[in-house]
């Protein structure tokens, strides 16, 4: 079993729509948790970064933890064609190496 | 002026072949890194140096052979190349990984073929 499981999707939304996306875990050292965006064929990019327990937004982005579930989310609100990408979460403890989901393909439709 | 350069962009050789990737970042981080992402989109982490110091080494063939000549360059020599090497290879840099929230800089990606 890996340490962090996400659901591969696909995910096809139509533009306008709330978007929700999860990761669970198994390691509770685990304390710094992120999500990256990957559009095709480019390298992946830091949206969210949330420490520990609690909720954190960016504009139509809102990353939740809950690690008594070991359980985190990331939210897009009013979602726009230019979303469309893979999201991986990621998350680490007291080391440097960021443990990856497998990441979630996301695809909003106009 | 990108933050982390990776080159080449693509590759493709034969098995058995040894190749080289390469790697620069000019964010000034002391942080670097090599992930290997495949089909399924899986990134997994190979290699960390610090400074030039190797950091992190997961269990990857030793086939496998990263150099740092400097805290700006990282790169990733592969020798006697089998199909399963085949995926694309990321960079990364951070800054202080102490301090988690930056996360990691990522270089565009090589996407390695072994025919």
């Known amino acids: 079993q890996k340490e962090v499981e996400q659901d591969p999707g696909p995910l096809s939304v139509p533009e306008g729509a709330i978007v929700s996306l999860n990761c669970t875990y198994s390691n509770s050292a685990f304390q710094y948790f992120m999500w990256y965006r990957q559009y095709s064929r480019k390298g992946p990019e830091l949206l969210m970064y949330t420490y520990s327990s609690g909720n954190k937004e960016d504009g139509r982005f809102t990353a939740q933890v809950d690690k008594s579930s070991k359980y985190i989310s990331l939210f897009i609100r009013d979602s726009q064609p230019s979303d469309s990408a893979t999201y991986l979460c990621?998350?680490?403890?007291?080391?440097?190496?960021?443990?990856f989901g497998t990441g979630t393909r996301l695809q909003v439709f106009p | 002026d990108t933050a982390v350069s990776q080159t080449p962009k693509y590759l493709v050789t034969q098995m058995g072949n040894d190749k080289s990737i390469k790697c620069e970042q000019n964010l000034g981080h002391d942080t670097m890194y090599w992930y290997k992402q495949d089909s399924k989109k899986f990134l997994k982490i190979m290699f960390s140096?610090?400074?030039?110091?190797?950091?992190i080494n997961e269990t990857v063939p030793n086939r496998f052979s990263p150099k740092s000549p400097d805290k700006a360059h990282l790169n990733l020599h592969i020798n006697s190349l089998e199909l399963g090497d085949s995926a694309v290879y990321f960079c990364?840099?951070?800054?202080?990984?102490?301090?988690?929230?930056?996360?990691?800089?990522f270089g565009s990606g090589t996407r390695l073929t072994v025919v």
């Open positions: 140096y610090n400074n030039k110091e190797l950091i």
């Open positions: 990621a998350m680490t403890g007291n080391t440097d190496k960021l443990i």
């Open positions: 990364a840099s951070s800054q202080d990984p102490g301090r988690k929230g930056y996360g990691y800089t």
